[in-house]
């Protein structure tokens, strides 16, 4: 009888120790997987950058709109996959400086270039901002101007600067502005370096939203979207845009874009340009 329960007290004993070990195995282990993970997340800290970008409006922007409203999600996440390429880049061009060396930071890209910007090329209205004109238009820092930034920058539709704004032109046969100009109550617009390229511009523009490339523009997927439709999102600050033009080319606001540039489109043009503010002397 002794025996029998020397026997089972030595099993109990037995399985007592198996039990510790194995969660003293499963212990350490838990540690050390701790220690590599905190170790490698200093090091990532220490010898990585953090990439910080923030999510940009855009928009055309009617002489009497002066809100920053968004395009559209798709437009927005385009822009931002556009600046995350570009600042990943950047990072990336940077040398890794020597030991005991500090690093400096890269500079800023400079604007896009294709050839000399020009202040204004046609009889633009100048003005100073201290004389209270609504349509004086000034960059930041300075009182001289214009009024209206259609005409100083060349660009009668005053289309806002943006890598997909940009590429949404080309691909309808437009040019390239030469820069962009920074608006003293914020946003930036695009500069081209004629009065004609600007025009050239503003007419591959309207071909994009008619086409649906512009992804702000869904509706216009089928070809018949209409006037009202499309210059409540090119401007959507004034409700009486779409009227506007309307009124100048003699067709209804539910008249298709399409329609309208294929029959209309000079005229088109001209309503936009006047709209727009394109003040000459």
């Known amino acids: 009888m002794k025996s029998l329960i020397s026997k089972q007290f030595l099993g109990i004993i037995f399985l007592v120790l198996v039990g510790v070990i194995i969660s003293g195995y499963f212990l350490i282990l838990t540690i050390s997987k701790l220690d590599f993970y905190g170790n490698n997340s200093s090091a990532q800290n220490e010898n990585s950058e953090t990439v910080r970008v923030s999510l940009p409006q855009y928009e055309e922007d009617g002489l009497e709109n002066d ?141 994009a939203i008619a086409a649906a490339t512009h992804t702000a523009y869904g509706e216009c997927a089928d070809g018949d979207c209409s006037l009202s439709y499309v210059f409540s999102k090119y401007a959507p600050g004034d409700p009486n845009y779409a009227s506007y033009i309307a009124g100048k080319i003699g067709v209804s606001t539910s008249t298709s874009l399409q329609w309208v540039i294929e029959n209309k489109f000079e005229p088109l043009i001209d309503a936009i340009q006047q709209k727009e503010g394109f003040f000459i002397l």
């Open 67 to 207: 809100t920053l409203v968004s395009d559209s999600l798709e437009e927005k996440v385009e822009m931002l996959g556009d600046d995350l390429i570009k600042t990943q880049n950047e990072a990336a061009a940077v040398s890794q400086p020597a030991s005991g060396q500090t690093q400096s930071p890269p500079a800023s890209p400079p604007p896009l270039t294709n050839g000399t910007c020009p202040v204004s090329t046609q009889n633009c209205v100048p003005c100073n901002i201290n004389d209270g004109h609504w349509a004086c238009r000034v960059e930041p820092g300075k009182e001289e101007g214009y009024l209206g930034w259609s005409c100083q920058n060349n660009n009668p539709g005053n289309i806002r600067y943006s890598s997909a704004r940009i590429s949404y032109i080309t691909k309808h046969g437009g040019p390239k502005p030469c820069g962009e100009r920074i608006d003293s109550r914020g946003g930036t617009y695009m500069i081209f370096s004629t009065y004609q390229d600007g025009r050239n511009g503003l007419k591959a523009y309207m071909k």
